[in-house]
Structure formats: C-alpha cells, structure tokens
T-cell receptor, first 116, second 112 residues
Framework: GAVVSQHPSWVICKSGTSVKIECRSLDFQATTMFWYRQFPKQSLMLMATSNEGSKATYEQGVEKDKFLINHASLTLSTLTVTSAHPEDSSFYIC????????????FGDGTRLSIL | QKEVEQNSGPLSVPEGAIASLNCTYSDRGSQSFFWYRQYSGKSPELIMSIYSNGDKEDGRFTAQLNKASQYVSLLIRDSQPSDSATYLCAVIKSGGSYIPTFGRGTSLIVHP
C-alpha cells in the first residue's frame, strides 16, 4: 500500500521551457502533498506543502510564480517549473500523506530535470 | 541548535555487524518519528515509524525512541552491502503545521 507515482522520471529540455511534473497517490487519498528539491550530495529541501483544494504554502526563498503547484484532487498534485533555466536543473521529489497528519509521507520516485 | 540532527558520517561497518544510526531532536513536544532510506540518485523510502518510547522491531531493523532524552535511533542487524545508503530521520512536532523536519542524513557503508 501507500504507492506514490511521479511522472516523468526525467526531463531534458531547452532553457525557457515550462515543465510539468505529476504526482499521484495510487491507493490512498493524499490530503497533503509535499514537493522537494535535492541537489547532488545535498539534503532534501522542502519547496512547498499543498493541501487538497487549497493554495500551496511555499517555503522561504521559493518563488511561487516560478514553481506553480496545483493540488485539485485527493490523488493528484502537479508542479510546473515555468520558464526553466539551467539553475533549475535538479532532482524534484514529491511525497504524499493521508488525512492523519501523524502518519508518514510516502515519496514518489522523483523527476530528474536537466535544462540545457 | 538544528531541529533534527544526525551525524553525516560516513558510518562504515563490516558485513554482518550491527549498524547504529542516531538522531536527536530539539522540540520536546515532537510526537511522530520516521526513518527513511535513500539510495544514491533515488528518492527516500520509508523504513520505520515510531510514536511511543521503547523499541519497535521490523525484520532486521529496530527503531528506538527515548522522548526524555530526545533521541531516536535505528539499528540494522546483520548489515548487508545492500544496506549502504543514506538514512534520514524525520520528526513531526506537536501542535504545529505537521510538516516533517528532516535531518541531513547519515551515510552508511557496509563493506564485505
């Protein structure tokens, strides 16, 4: 149980392109979803938290107009990196958690984004 | 003081030994504790959850929680080379936003 599917696994695109990443909870209702970014050999960095039907809460220093998050249903959240540039290249990971806030979050497989 | 602290390692143990990974946290009201394993280039995967003081065992893994001393540990018995990974401790504080706080992780190397 508690399977989270993230798509695509990797993206290579030109600078200026917008990229959408999908995160789906396959066998549970994800009331809360988290989006992380991780650079090589560094820690997970939380970008934003989203609750179904509400606007995402962004961490300090994360541009909400750059990283658009939508969590319109209990099984799907999307992250759109708008007008991506080489410095946006990173490993983006989503995670999802059920309604019980004390339960663990379950991670998707991540999306490796490379901007040329 | 960081909210969740882990020794970055690497912790190197021989195959078959017990690996002991430690995590301390600053908020005394924390109530939910998790251990994740992250292989290089992969996303984290949940190993254990623990909520009350004492030990919780699952196969070769044992999580230990001591709320009075504000630490949580993970023991891996009969360590295998496939256990080589970074182990992340995550803590949820009480009465807050319920956003888990992660430690920086401990790198474990199990050598044959």
């Amino acid at each position: 149980g508690a399977v989270v599917s993230q798509h695509p696994s990797w993206v290579i695109c030109k600078s200026g392109t917008s990229v959408k990443i999908e995160c789906r909870s396959l066998d549970f209702q994800a009331t809360t979803m988290f989006w992380y970014r991780q650079f090589p050999k560094q820690s997970l960095m939380l970008m934003a938290t989203s609750n179904e039907g509400s606007k995402a809460t962004y961490e300090q220093g994360v541009e909400k107009d750059k990283f658009l998050i939508n969590h319109a249903s209990l099984t799907l959240s999307t992250l759109t990196v708008t007008s991506a540039h080489p410095e946006d290249s990173s490993f983006y990971i989503c995670s999802a958690r059920s309604r019980d806030n004390n339960q663990p979050q379950h991670f998707g497989d991540g999306t490796r984004l490379s901007i040329l | 003081q960081k909210e969740v602290e882990q020794n970055s390692g690497p912790l190197s143990v021989p195959e078959g030994a017990i690996a002991s990974l430690n995590c301390t946290y600053s908020d005394r009201g924390s109530q939910s504790f998790f251990w994740y394993r992250q292989y290089s280039g992969k996303s984290p995967e949940l190993i254990m959850s623990i909520y009350s003081n004492g030990d919780k065992e699952d196969g070769r893994f044992t999580a230990q929680l001591n709320k009075a001393s504000q630490y949580v540990s993970l023991l891996i018995r009969d360590s295998q080379p496939s256990d080589s990974a970074t182990y992340l401790c995550a803590v949820i504080k009480s009465g807050g936003s319920y956003i888990p706080t992660f430690g920086r992780g401990t790198s474990l190397i199990v050598h044959p």
